[in-house]
């Protein structure tokens, strides 16, 4: 069975910095575009960030020069880095994992971790 951990998440002061960590199990990783996405309360999930097997990413306008994704596909691991940070941020960030073609596999969700950038 496919799933995927997330870590890292937290309190920080606005213009501090986190690590969000997903670490998956049950998959071929390289197979699988990864992402990340957040959801602050009443508003809708969007996409942060994404990154291929081959480590070509995606970053959304507003996060980026802020946030740069990677991963290790020797770990089955892909990460969030967050710089500066800001109120607008405060999300749960989940983790994604998107197969490059249907017959590989289905799509999974990592269970979320919670950002909140307070001062």
């Known amino acids: 069975q496919a799933q995927l951990v997330e870590s890292g998440g937290g309190l920080v002061q606005p213009g501090g910095s986190l690590r969000l960590s997903c670490a998956a199990s049950?998959?071929?990783?390289?197979?699988?575009?990864m992402g990340w996405y957040r959801q602050a309360p009443g508003q809708e999930r969007e996409l942060v960030a994404q990154i291929t097997g081959g480590s070509s990413t995606n970053i959304a306008d507003s996060v980026k020069g802020r946030f740069t994704i990677s991963r290790d596909n020797g770990k089955s691991t892909v990460y969030l880095q967050m710089n500066n940070l800001q109120p607008d941020d405060t999300a749960t960030y989940f983790c994604?994992?998107?197969?490059?073609?249907?017959?590989?596999?289905?799509?999974?969700w990592g269970q979320g971790t919670e950002v909140t950038v307070s001062s």
């Open positions: 049950g998959i071929t990783f390289a197979w699988y575009v």
């Open positions: 994604n994992a998107h197969p490059l073609h249907p017959t590989i596999g289905q799509e999974y």
